[in-house]
């Protein structure tokens, strides 16, 4: 599937992928549409065959927070509160879910199956720290947790809110911690973008152990690097940033190697908020040092490459600039909207094939009207880069269509809008909505 990699009417944020036999699962948070709240009172779980990533199988809520049409809340002995952020890990043929819960303790939940459903264990049962915290780990909030199951049955949790904390669990409960082993500031606290504001995942990679998170500058993935579970752990660097030239807004996710390749699992924002956000992923590469080169966001998602010669929804653009972003109309209807002049679209990557023969292609996009005669120019690799085609949109919606010239290859592919208004007062329409991009095409003349 390409990004985002779930139906595009899903919005699962705060992804966290786990393999557990031969499937991949991934446990997030559940935002609405153009919501004006993040999450809601459940909990959603996804999964794929580890040999067919195109394909996800939806499992429903797993957990809850609050009684809906058919199920009971879990927790009602003591909150209703949002759920966020959940992590899944696997014990001794079990398999254990730590929630978050806003304004509320978090807790353990348990299940014979990856896809649950889930039942409560309890609250985490904790001593006090030294320096208890007040929405990190003291007051028994666990903001975000991650759960590491090491190599030696020993487990831990992380988590954290511009703090960041670690204590080990009774791997025999799952759900107590264990006296004396609380790590205040597993990463260095701070006002720097990097530093550490929330969002904790942990993995182990060989010897080394890996903690993903979301700094100060929250649109970023980064990730440290210590040689103990509980630190202390040195900030290594940036993973993914869903900011650059897209909507920006918090990150959260974690890696993940799914056979011989590892992920990056992430979220983007949609429907001009920051609380409406889907899930996509990226392949990255972690080198023998252990470090994990910074990637681009893209339209791939699980894919290779993206056809050109088939429909692709416009919504698909992992780059947009100008003030126009995603937003959902119904579940079978999302669009690219607020295109004004200079805003640009941007997918990356298509394989248009090696067909020597062409000198022209057709593309057709389709568009709604706004009332504005406009034009879009096609680029390909950036968004100066070679101009394909422009065309010709008109004022009413439809199927606007241009020759462009033919490529061969591997190119990205960016639309720039252009107002051709005129006349006595062209400022009358300056900043106005062009048009809106629902999808395109291309084909071979």
């Not at 959940?86 to 730590?98: C, M, N, S």
Request: hydrophobic content about 35%; some cysteine; aromatic content about 14%.
């Amino acid at each position: 599937m390409p990004n985002p990699y779930l139906p595009l009417w899903e919005y699962i944020p705060d992804g966290e992928p786990r393999v557990f036999g031969d499937r991949v699962y991934v446990y997030g948070s559940h935002d609405q549409a153009a919501s004006d709240a993040f999450c809601d009172h459940k909990l959603l779980c996804w999964s794929a065959s580890v040999d067919d990533l195109n394909h996800w199988t939806c499992h429903g809520h797993i957990f809850h927070t609050a009684d809906d049409t058919d199920h009971k809340s879990d927790t009602s002995a003591w909150t209703d509160g949002y759920l966020f952020a959940p992590d899944v890990v696997e014990k001794d043929g079990k398999f254990y879910l730590y929630a978050y819960i806003m304004g509320a303790h978090g807790c353990v939940a348990v299940s014979d199956r990856p896809e649950g459903p889930f039942k409560l264990i309890d609250q985490y049962r904790h001593g006090e720290p030294t320096t208890p915290h007040e929405v990190g780990y003291g007051d028994g909030w666990f903001v975000d947790p991650g759960v590491l199951v090491d190599d030696d049955g020993r487990v831990y949790v992380y988590c954290g809110f511009e703090r960041s904390f670690g204590v080990e669990l009774d791997a025999d409960t799952m759900v107590d911690t264990k006296d004396d082993t609380f790590v205040e500031d597993i990463l260095p606290p701070g006002q720097k973008p990097e530093d550490f504001y929330e969002a904790c995942s942990p993995r182990k990679i060989g010897d080394t152990y890996y903690l993903i998170y979301s700094p100060r500058r929250g649109s970023r993935l980064m990730y440290a690097t210590a040689d103990k579970p509980l630190g202390p752990y040195t900030i290594r660097g940036t993973i993914v940033d869903n900011g650059i030239n897209y909507p920006a807004g918090n990150n959260h996710g974690s890696i993940c190697k799914i056979k011989d390749q590892w992920y990056i699992f992430y979220h983007r924002m949609t429907n001009n908020t920051i609380m409406s956000r889907r899930g996509c992923v990226e392949k990255i590469e972690i080198l023998p040092d252990g470090t994990i080169p910074e990637v681009e966001m893209t339209s791939l998602g699980f894919q290779e490459s993206l056809n050109p010669y088939e429909i692709t929804p416009a919504e698909l653009a992992c780059y947009l600039t100008g003030g126009c972003f995603v937003t959902e109309n119904d579940a079978f209807t999302r669009s690219v909207v607020n295109i004004t002049h200079g805003c640009v679209l941007g997918y990356k990557y298509f394989d248009f094939g090696e067909d020597f023969a062409s000198r022209t292609m057709q593309l057709q996009v389709r568009t709604g009207g706004r009332g504005i005669y406009s034009k879009i120019h096609v680029h390909i690799d950036t968004p100066d880069g070679p101009e394909i085609g422009v065309l010709d949109i008109g004022l009413a919606d439809g199927v606007y269509t241009a020759d462009v010239t033919a490529v061969t290859g591997r190119h990205a592919l960016f639309f720039t809008a252009e107002s051709t208004a005129g006349g006595w007062f062209p400022e009358m329409f300056a900043g106005r909505e062009l048009f809106t991009m629902k999808e395109f095409t291309f084909r071979k003349m």
